[in-house]
């Protein structure tokens, strides 16, 4: 992944208003406003979620046909990706599609120059790759907690310049899961309006991150930041085909539950994960029958801001 490239400044009004049907499309599920995070819900709402906003433009394509044609009715930008500025002009022609800052910590570039942040990058001027290093000086020494927050500060100013509404925050590789910086996203994000977070806690697929998670949920929920019920994708990261995802919908919870996704034009566009199934996922969001069998069981959808969060 490059470093920053320029991202168009305030424009674009859109609602965040749940809309008829899943996705884009009209009919299919039900799509309307709920309560809040701190009052009880009634029935099962779902978020659909495409990570890697931005990441490239085989990606934002993808997010358009799966928001337009499909399910997805959320995305999370990568604000210092190649491909953002794609990304946020096709946002703004998709007025249902919950956008949300994608933290990036791993795996890319700094938005701030490197020589800024020099305790977050190696020679290369790129974030560390090895994130339980990377994360044990986060948290011991100040110098590089200071230059975490700049980094975090810098990301969620990006994304309030583009003009989208903020629906959600999580981060690459759920790095938020850690305590540091998912308190430099609590502190930092209530300046640009946080409303909702993603703590990856999977029904039925116990994970070595899941104390994180928990800990993480409580926190947020305490703060009154929305935080799903139960999240699906975790375990079939990159590989959400449309059997797992039928799956998935079949094992819905009530309350508000969340999908996430890394669907793709293509399978080996610049960046994209090690064998993960981009086109196969994209598939899946777009088949028909997933849609209708949202529909049969009643799920509401919308993004986070749609449902309440």
Excluded: C
């Excluded at 090690?274 to 997933?290: C, F, K, N, S, V």
Aim: hydrophobic content about 45%; charged content about 20%.
């Amino acid at each position: 992944m490059s470093g920053l490239r320029p991202l168009p400044l305030a424009g674009g009004a859109r609602d965040g208003e749940a809309g008829p049907g899943v996705g884009g499309r009209e009919a299919a599920a039900t799509r309307s406003p709920t309560p809040g995070p701190s009052r009880k819900r009634e029935g099962s709402f779902l978020v659909v979620t495409a990570d890697d906003f931005g990441n490239d433009v085989a990606v934002n394509e993808a997010v358009e046909q799966a928001h337009t044609d499909g399910i997805l009715t959320a995305a999370s930008l990568m604000v210092a990706a190649p491909a953002a500025a794609d990304a946020v002009a096709r946002a703004k022609r998709l007025p249902r599609l919950g956008v949300g800052l994608h933290l990036t910590l791993v795996d890319s570039t700094p938005l701030l120059p490197p020589e800024q942040v020099p305790g977050l990058v190696d020679a290369r001027g790129r974030f560390r790759d090895d994130m339980a290093a990377a994360g044990a000086r986060m948290f011991f020494l100040p110098a590089v907690r200071r230059q975490l927050a700049a980094e975090i500060a810098a990301q969620f100013a990006a994304f309030a310049a583009t003009g989208l509404p903020l629906d959600h925050v999580n981060a690459h590789k759920h790095f938020h899961l850690h305590p540091t910086i998912a308190g430099l996203i609590l502190k930092i994000g209530a300046r640009y309006g946080l409303k909702a977070v993603r703590a990856p806690i999977e029904p039925g697929a116990p994970s070595l991150t899941d104390p994180w998670a928990r800990l993480v949920a409580r926190r947020f929920r305490r703060r009154g930041v929305a935080v799903p019920d139960a999240v699906f994708g975790l375990r079939h990261s990159g590989h959400m085909t449309a059997e797992r995802l039928r799956a998935a919908i079949d094992r819905l919870p009530p309350g508000l539950s969340e999908i996430y996704v890394h669907p793709a034009t293509r399978d080996d566009y610049p960046g994209h994960g090690p064998a993960y199934r981009h086109r196969a996922e994209l598939a899946a969001l777009t088949d028909p029958a997933i849609a209708a069998q949202i529909a049969a069981r009643g799920v509401t959808t919308g993004s986070f801001a749609a449902l309440g969060g």
